[in-house]
């Protein structure tokens, strides 16, 4: 388009109706020939043919470069009437439309928009306020094509007379761009959808794997108490029966320990030496036995009977265990102070009674025995019972062996049964405590019970 400006040319008048005629026939020319011009876009100006004849609207030169800007913007721009009639489209918007610049101009801008559409347009158009309004609106291009636009609507003012902006944003690529972001979207939604049921499948396994294993727990459950009671039943009646066993053993061994006796003392003078010793070794042997099922016996009461626990002070059950035993006259010393612990006070004699004998009896001959008791106390929480010897000591690799039962270590002639510790720490058990020593050979022993401390 020449950014030419239509301007009037002036002429000289001649007298009077010979000079009117030529100058209306001028002016008539000059119309025409600006019309002409105007239609041809040869100029800047817009004619718009309405209901008051052809109407002429041409842009000023300051108004220039914002023309020479709407062209060259990427924005279909169109400058309407109040009715809609598009006095101005620049080029984009005309490419947008698929039709020329000429043939836009002049036309309504309804032709551009969906009928169902009009009723909205013609309100946006009706309310515009001097801030405008913008609404998104499908731009018939051609008969089948709709580019999706963004109408953003202001009032303007065009040589006196009133008129309207409007600028076209095509929203083609954002809608592509919307509906690839809906496509994503529908996807993303359709995959999470996918590992939702997944997930809720694998959960509802999981939670039946859950219910089976509960099922199995509980049935396991059954079984192990159902077994548990079978088994304790078997074995109270084994003890039952070991135990009216060895009393049963008892017997005989007294009547041949007892008739050992009364051949040594009531025939020693019919009796050759190797008989009477014969009969001596009957005797020793029989008393052995019998100590053996002795131990073994109170070993097995532990084990069966009840032994319930409560508040003890160890140090008068400690004198009384020295005082009724045979150990009394032993070099025993009992130091104070003694927490009270929890525990059963005929277990924690026999346990006492059992290392005592033992811190006693294990001495090297002409070493005579040096015991001391005391306890040590672990906060709140324990208490350790202490029984120190001068003894023969252990030897650190037979500290776990030595309280299984018949265990025995030592090489000297010692009596015993090999019984004393294994009811020793069956009975510490018992009491839910630990039972330990610290020992070096030829150097005493340490033995320590660790017992719950009584609050
Ligand atoms: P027993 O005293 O009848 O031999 P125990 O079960 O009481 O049986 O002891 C097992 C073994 O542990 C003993 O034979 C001995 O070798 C060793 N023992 C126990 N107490 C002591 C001790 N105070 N000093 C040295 N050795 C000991």
């Avoid at 963004?150 to 309207?164: F, R």
């Amino acid at each position: 388009m020449k950014p030419a400006i239509v301007t009037s040319r002036l002429r000289p008048r001649l007298p009077h109706a010979q000079a009117e005629l030529e100058e209306v026939r001028a002016r008539l020319a000059e119309a025409e020939e600006t019309i002409e011009a105007i239609r041809h876009r040869g100029v800047d100006a817009l004619l718009v043919s309405g209901p008051k004849g052809d109407q002429v609207f041409t842009l000023k030169g300051a108004e220039k470069p914002y023309r020479l800007l709407i062209e060259a913007i990427n924005e279909g721009a169109v400058t309407v009437l109040p009715d809609a009639t598009v006095l101005f489209c620049n080029r984009r918007f005309a490419q947008m439309t698929g039709r020329t610049q000429q043939k836009i101009t002049g036309s309504s801008f309804y032709r551009f928009i969906e009928s169902q559409d009009y009723p909205r347009f013609q309100s946006l158009l009706e309310g515009l306020k001097d801030s405008g309004a913008k609404a998104e609106f499908l731009l018939s291009a051609t008969a089948k094509n709709r580019v999706p636009v963004l109408l953003s609507l202001a009032p303007l003012e065009i040589d006196g007379v009133q008129a309207i902006g409007i600028v076209a944003t095509d929203l083609t690529r954002t809608k592509q761009q919307e509906e690839k972001l809906r496509r994503l979207n529908d996807e993303l939604e359709a995959r999470v959808q996918r590992r939702t049921a997944a997930l809720q499948k694998a959960n509802d396994a999981l939670a039946d794997a859950q219910r089976q294993l509960t099922r199995h727990a509980e049935d396991l459950e059954d079984q192990v108490s159902k077994r548990t009671a079978e088994l304790r039943q078997s074995l109270h009646s084994m003890e039952q029966f070991c135990y009216s066993l060895a009393h049963d053993l008892r017997a005989p061994l007294r009547a041949m320990s007892g008739f050992a006796i009364t051949l040594l003392q009531d025939y020693a003078s019919s009796l050759p030496g190797r008989a009477q010793d014969f009969a001596s070794r009957i005797n020793t042997a029989a008393l052995r036995m019998d100590e053996l099922i002795r131990d073994l016996l109170a070993y097995g009461r532990i084990n069966s009977s009840e032994f319930p626990l409560r508040p003890v002070d160890p140090a008068p059950l400690i004198r009384e265990v020295i005082e009724s035993s045979e150990i009394k006259d032993a070099k025993i010393r009992v130091e104070p102070p003694f927490p009270r612990v929890q525990a059963n006070p005929v277990l924690l004699a026999q346990v006492t009674n059992n290392l005592l004998s033992n811190a006693l009896k294990f001495v090297s001959p002409g070493n005579p025995p040096n015991v001391r008791v005391f306890a040590q106390e672990g906060g709140d929480d324990w208490v350790r019972l202490w029984f120190h010897d001068n003894g023969i000591g252990i030897e650190e690799k037979y500290f776990e062996r030595i309280f299984c039962p018949f265990e025995r270590v030592c090489s000297g002639n010692f009596p015993g049964t090999g019984m004393g510790l294994a009811i020793v720490q069956k009975g510490v058990e018992r009491m839910g405590g630990k039972v330990g020593l610290e020992s070096t050979l030829g150097k005493g022993s340490r033995f320590w019970v660790q017992l719950k401390k009584a609050l």
